[in-house]
């Protein structure tokens, strides 16, 4: 265990790559919204108000697609780097500082290849950054497995306070740095840079906090052997290998997660404008802010449920496996488009734009959407930490991540097959869709369970 690592409580290392997560997440999601948005609305000379590139929606679900996809695939190529070579610690403020380059230049430059270009450095910034910083924190609590997704929990909470603070403001404030010579959707990609840069160097002011972990090449060990040479490079055990297919069947099924729960996004942010009572006054709620509910949701549900996975991995027997937890987050995102179903029939099916929906069903739909999240996302971070083998950690992680960019690139593709179908079939198909991989995942859960429960030797109990 890192020898700053406590029994009970986190330590302040923690918290540290905690509030560097939330730093590189606000830049990313506020971006992530801006670039969407910059593709789509309307050019309009002197460069006030709307003033993007005022290309359609699917080209603007396909652009955000790609930023998302590539930030998932980056780490994968690199992950070998902390495996073999450099301590991950070196390598995140590394990947921060890309991503700001990345974020500053599209904001200074603007035109569609310069978008490009962010996507690109921001890849690569990625890749050095995201999986790295979770397998450090997974250091921190080794030899504490049951901290584990208590701290992995707690710490979607931070990611999720970056992403309230940049979808919250960056709707708003785009429009108060844009002046008659200034763009203020570029603006806010600039800020979005500064964030970067500022978290590098809280990263690097906080090293001393972390003691050994990330210090070292994951393949090494935290530390070495006792005559001093590195452990070398071993094949994995049986009971390892099961290991891996599980963490690969996870993945598998993060893949139907999250491409339709990407998807939620690009359809709401063409349907809310058209279809919801979006004003609260004179002030029209801008779409940035359906990010915000998720991020608010995130943030209050994190050490709520982080508690409650603590408290069942203290029962006698046991924690609920992932599978389990990936069943309930499947059959409630199935629930989510279930709303939206009725937030159509709330208004009049096919009812032309002059009949609005309430607003309050959109608040429903993302605070659904958002507890489906995080019975998922953390804890699969947590699960390929605590059986991976631990010498190819840093790839094992990745290939958690990876799985997005299939689901990422595949919410693009299918957005740009699905945009025109109505909003009633299209709900009602991906919920059914959901539910039932929800209900075969349960059917199967003990089985996929003993993938990790088993070892050399033992045999699955039948009850």
């Not at 002011?205 to 090494?220: E, R």
């Not at 995942?441 to 003993?450: I, Q």
Request: glycine share 10%; hydrophobic share 50%.
């Amino acid at each position: 265990m890192s020898e700053v690592a406590v029994k009970k409580g986190k330590p302040w290392s923690f918290y540290m790559s905690s509030i560097t997560f939330a730093f590189e997440r606000c830049a990313y999601y506020s971006s992530r919204w801006l670039l969407y948005t910059y593709v789509t609305v309307a050019v309009i000379a002197g460069g006030m108000g709307e003033s993007g590139l005022g290309l359609g929606k699917v080209e603007g679900a396909a652009m955000q697609s790609n930023i998302v996809a590539f930030t998932y695939l980056a780490p994968v190529l690199f992950g070998f780097i902390a495996d073999r070579f450099v301590g991950a610690r070196y390598l995140i403020p590394l990947g921060l500082v890309l991503m700001g380059l990345g974020y500053g230049y599209a904001g200074f430059v603007g035109s569609y290849s310069a978008l490009w270009v962010m996507i690109v450095l921001v890849s690569l910034g990625t890749g050095f950054f995201k999986g790295n910083l979770q397998a450090v924190v997974g250091q921190l609590f080794e030899g504490d497995e049951k901290r584990k997704d208590d701290a992995f929990s707690t710490m979607y909470s931070f990611i999720n306070i970056g992403s309230f603070i940049g979808t919250t403001f960056v709707g708003v404030i785009y429009l108060k740095l844009a002046t008659a010579s200034s763009n203020g959707y570029l603006q806010c990609f600039k800020l979005a840079g500064l964030i970067c840069i500022i978290g590098a160097i809280w990263f690097v002011l906080g090293y001393k906090s972390l003691g050994d972990a990330g210090k070292h090449p994951f393949a090494q060990g935290e530390h070495k052997h006792e005559d001093n040479k590195p452990k070398v490079h071993r094949s994995l055990e049986k009971y390892e290998v099961r290991r891996v297919y599980s963490i690969i069947i996870i993945s598998l099924l993060s893949v139907v997660f999250w491409t339709f729960w990407y998807l939620t996004y690009v359809i709401l942010y063409d349907y809310m404008p058209k279809f919801i009572d979006d004003k609260l006054g004179t002030f029209t709620v801008p779409t940035s802010w359906l990010d915000s509910i998720n991020g608010l949701a995130c943030i209050v549900l994190g050490p709520i449920l982080g508690a409650l996975w603590y408290k069942l991995a203290t029962r006698p027997q046991g924690d609920w496996s992932l599978y389990k937890k990936a069943s309930i987050a499947l059959f409630l995102l199935g629930t989510t488009f279930g709303v939206l179903a009725l937030t159509e029939f709330s208004r009049g099916v096919g009812a032309p734009e002059t009949q609005k929906a309430s607003i309050l069903w959109v608040v429903l739909f993302f605070i659904v959407l958002s507890v489906s999240e995080m019975f998922f996302s953390p804890l699969g971070a947590s699960f390929v930490s605590k059986y991976s083998p631990k010498h190819i950690l840093s790839i094992m992680m990745a290939v958690w991540i990876v799985a997005t960019f299939g689901a990422a690139k595949g919410y693009g593709l299918l957005y740009a097959a699905i945009a025109e179908v109505p909003i009633i079939k299209l709900s009602l198909g991906i919920g059914i869709v959901c539910v039932v991989v929800a209900v075969l995942v349960f059917l199967f859960e003990k089985k996929l369970a003993s993938l990790v429960e088993l070892r050399e030797g033992e045999t699955l109990v039948e009850e």
